[in-house]
């Protein structure tokens, strides 16, 4: 049988972006349409937050990125992003309150992370412990779209971005040879971190720095983490699998993993008069630029336009200022049409310089990265449930058809 007899006519995909601020409704395709790497492809609907790629805008639940990352916390962001809506003081004391009483884990994940080889990859650790939570939270089982199993789904939802922080600073006082911290159930989730990473409470311009970070990182429309747990809860399993996926997902250099490849260029570099023959040597071999270019911002990114200025801030008050120049040095070049390649900087370009600031072990970055978009690809879970099909496109085969199946025997 050949594939032409057995496959639909595919569709080559080449129209430019998706995204505008009104989406038409996507005309029924004629057959499969191939759309190599999805760029083309509106898979789920949302109402958490927007992206306009051309002309750099982000919002979440319509507020500009800008505007939360000056005014809110993670906690009120949280909020906005699960409930569609800014809170009451009421309500955002209610869900902090709900925060705070889940912190902590189990004492068997405790014992668990003290399993760990000290050299483990702080995301496989991360990964490795977001999946055993579940075996602690009965209501972890498949979920169910009624509104029962939404809220069942709300409620694990709480305890993973509650936890994950604990995870986080304690695998990473482990693997230092440090005891464990517990959780101080009267701080917020940023401070909280910091307290259970250092064992002492931050000052406010440290725990106000994480924050930030927290609410920038917290939703990006369906990234490849984010659509990688819609796929796992659309199949109906359980919230933590789904988180597990996402956290894996992200781990990636293309994706959540390029801020660690960010300040290791930085520590690469070393000092300003590299910066120049560094990222023109890699130019020429045409290699990437670590935290710069985006698949849906050909504009500068809204995140790194606040992180751009709160990284020079922090920099100057933690006295990191040449990371900062260095990036600057950096951007110049890439920027620039002729001298590089006229790309703009992503989110993870300045939240490296930001990480180490906030002195956060370079290794940890991804982690810090995740800690926030729980809460993204949680909510994204939600609205899946919510209103759920099956995530199950096609692939274009090209291998061939009524091949011999060959014995052992006459095998080269
Ligand atoms: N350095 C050098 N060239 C680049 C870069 C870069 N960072 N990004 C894109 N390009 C070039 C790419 O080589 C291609 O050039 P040409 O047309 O000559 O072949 C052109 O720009 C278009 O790039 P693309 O590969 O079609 O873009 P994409 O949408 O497939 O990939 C990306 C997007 C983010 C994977 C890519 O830009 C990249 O690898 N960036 C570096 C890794 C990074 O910073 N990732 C973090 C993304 S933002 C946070 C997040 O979502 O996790």
Avoid at 97 to 117: G, R
Avoid at 324 to 351: C, H, R, T
Wanted: glycine share 6%; proline share 5%.
């Amino acid at each position: 049988m050949s594939a032409a007899s057995t496959q639909p006519p595919v569709t080559i995909q080449t129209s430019a972006s998706t995204m505008s601020t009104t989406p038409a409704a996507p005309a029924a395709p004629a057959g499969p349409i191939f759309d190599k790497g999805l760029a083309n492809t509106i898979a789920a609907e949302t109402q958490m937050s927007f992206i306009d790629g051309g002309k750099g805008v982000l919002e979440y639940v319509g507020i500009e990125i800008d505007a939360l990352a000056r005014n809110s916390t993670y906690e009120e962001t949280v909020y906005l992003l699960w409930n569609t809506k800014l809170p009451t003081q009421a309500e955002l004391n209610a869900l902090k309150s709900a925060l705070q009483a889940e912190y902590e884990i189990p004492d068997a994940i405790y014992d668990m992370i003290k399993s760990f080889p000290k050299d483990a990859v702080p995301m496989h650790a991360l990964r490795t412990l977001v999946s055993a939570l579940a075996l602690h939270d009965a209501e972890a089982t498949s979920s169910e779209t009624t509104p029962a199993g939404i809220e069942s789904a709300k409620r694990q939802a709480l305890r993973l971005v509650a936890k994950t922080p604990t995870l986080i600073a304690n695998f990473d006082r482990h693997r230092s040879g440090k005891a464990f911290v517990r959780p101080n159930k009267s701080y917020d989730i940023a401070t909280n971190f910091l307290w259970m990473l250092n064992g002492e409470k931050p000052t406010e311009a440290m725990s106000r720095g994480l924050d930030i970070c927290l609410i920038l990182h917290a939703d990006h429309g369906l990234n490849a983490s984010t659509f990688a747990g819609r796929v796992t809860i659309a199949t109906l399993s359980d919230m933590y699998s789904a988180m597990t996926t996402a956290v894996g997902t992200l781990k990636g250099p293309l994706h959540g993993g390029a801020n660690e490849e960010v300040m290791i260029m930085l520590d690469e570099i070393g000092s300003m008069d590299n910066v120049e023959p560094y990222i023109k040597g890699k130019l020429e071999r045409k290699e990437l630029i670590m935290g710069f270019g985006h698949r849906v911002y050909k504009a500068y990114d809204p995140r790194a336009t606040y992180l751009k200025t709160f990284a020079k801030q922090i920099a100057t008050d933690t006295g990191n200022i040449k990371l900062f120049e260095m990036s600057q040095k950096i951007e110049g070049i890439v920027l620039d049409a002729k001298a590089g390649k006229g790309i703009f900087p992503n989110v993870d370009f300045y939240s490296a310089t930001t990480y180490h600031c906030l002195g956060i072990k370079t290794d940890l970055f991804t982690c810090m990265f995740a800690m926030s978009r729980m809460s993204g690809w949680a909510g994204h879970c939600i609205e899946q449930l919510q209103d759920n099909r099956l995530i199950r496109p096609q692939a274009k085969y090209n291998g061939p058809h009524e091949a011999p199946y060959v014995a052992m025997a006459q095998r080269s």
